[in-house]
T-cell receptor, first 116, second 114 residues
Framework: AQKVTQAQTEISVVEKEDVTLDCVYETRDTTYYLFWYKQPPSGELVFLIR????DEQNEISGRYSWNFQKSTSSFNFTITASQVVDSAVYFC?????????????WGAGTKLIIKP | AAGVIQSPRHLIKEKRETATLKCYPIPRHDTVYWYQQGPGQDPQFLISFYEKMQSDKGSIPDRFSAQQFSDYHSELNMSSLELGDSALYFC?????????????FGPGTRLLVL
C-alpha cells in the first residue's frame, strides 16, 4: 500500500499564480516526520521542510507555506506568487519510528511547471 | 554552509565494468545514506552507515557494496554493471544516526552504462 500519495503527477500554472501541491500519508506510528524536497531540472535534491507529528502548526517561509493536518493525514505545500525558478519535481516523504526505522518513504513526486 | 559532496558528478561505463562513487558528508555528520533514482522515479534507498558501521540495508544489489571510512566519507562500489544500473545516485548525510534527523542530499552522480 502506498504510504505517501502525491496524486498530482504534473501541475502547470502561469507565473505569479498560487499553487498547492497535495500530499497524503498513511501511518500507524504516533511519532513520525514529514518532509518536502525539491528536485529542480539540474537534478539535485533540496531539503525544504521537516515537520514532526506532534507539531501541527502551519509554517510559512517566504513564498512557501505548509499546511499539516493530522485529521486528514495531509501535509500540503503552497507556493504563493509562483516564479519560473519554482519549476521542479517536488517530493513529499514520510519517516516513521517503529514501522520503517526512520527510513524515508517517498511519494511519487509532483512535477510543477511554471510558465512565464 | 558546506553541503554534501559527491564525485564524480557524471560517469559513463560499459557493461560489466566497475564503478566507484564517492560521498563526503556535511562536516560533523556521522551518517551516510545511498539512494538510486531512475528516470521519473522517486529515490530508492540502497544502504546507510552510521559511525562506520552499516545501519540499514535497502534494495542494494549484491553486485554493489559500500563502506564508510574513518573520516566519515563513503564509497559505493558497483561491479558487473548492467544497463539497468544507469541512474542518478544520491548520497545524503545526517547527524546522530539514522533516526529522525533530516537527510541532506548531495548533487548526485549521474551514471550511464552503455
Amino acid at each position: 500500500a502506498q504510504k505517501v500519495t502525491q496524486a498530482q503527477t504534473e501541475i502547470s500554472v502561469v507565473e505569479k499564480e498560487d499553487v498547492t501541491l497535495d500530499c497524503v500519508y498513511e501511518t500507524r506510528d504516533t511519532t513520525y516526520y514529514l518532509f518536502w524536497y525539491k528536485q529542480p531540472p539540474s537534478g539535485e535534491l533540496v531539503f525544504l521542510i521537516r515537520r514532526n507529528s506532534f507539531d501541527e502548526q502551519n509554517e510559512i517561509s517566504g513564498r512557501y507555506s505548509w499546511n499539516f493536518q493530522k485529521s486528514t493525514s495531509s501535509f500540503n505545500f503552497t507556493i504563493t506568487a509562483s516564479q519560473v525558478v519554482d519549476s521542479a519535481v517536488y517530493f513529499c516523504a514520510l519517516s516513521e519510528d517503529i514501522y520503517s526505522n526512520y527510513q524515508l518513504i517517498w511519494g511519487a513526486g509532483t512535477k510543477l511547471i511554471i510558465k512565464p | 554552509a558546506a553541503g554534501v559532496i559527491q564525485s564524480p558528478r557524471h560517469l559513463i561505463k560499459e557493461k560489466r565494468e566497475t564503478a566507484t562513487l564517492k560521498c563526503y558528508p556535511i562536516p560533523r555528520h556521522d551518517t551516510v545514506y545511498w539512494y538510486q533514482q531512475g528516470p521519473g522515479q522517486d529515490p530508492q534507498f540502497l544502504i546507510s552507515f552510521y559511525e562506520k558501521m552499516q545501519s540499514d540495508k535497502g534494495s542494494i544489489p549484491d553486485r554493489f557494496s559500500a563502506q564508510q571510512f574513518s573520516d566519515y566519507h563513503s564509497e559505493l562500489n558497483m561491479s558487473s554493471l548492467e544497463l539497468g544500473d544507469s541512474a542518478l545516485y544520491f548520497c545524503a548525510s545526517s547527524l546522530g544516526g539514522p533516526r529522525r534527523e533530516t537527510q541532506y542530499f548531495g548533487p548526485g552522480t549521474r551514471l550511464l552504462v552503455l
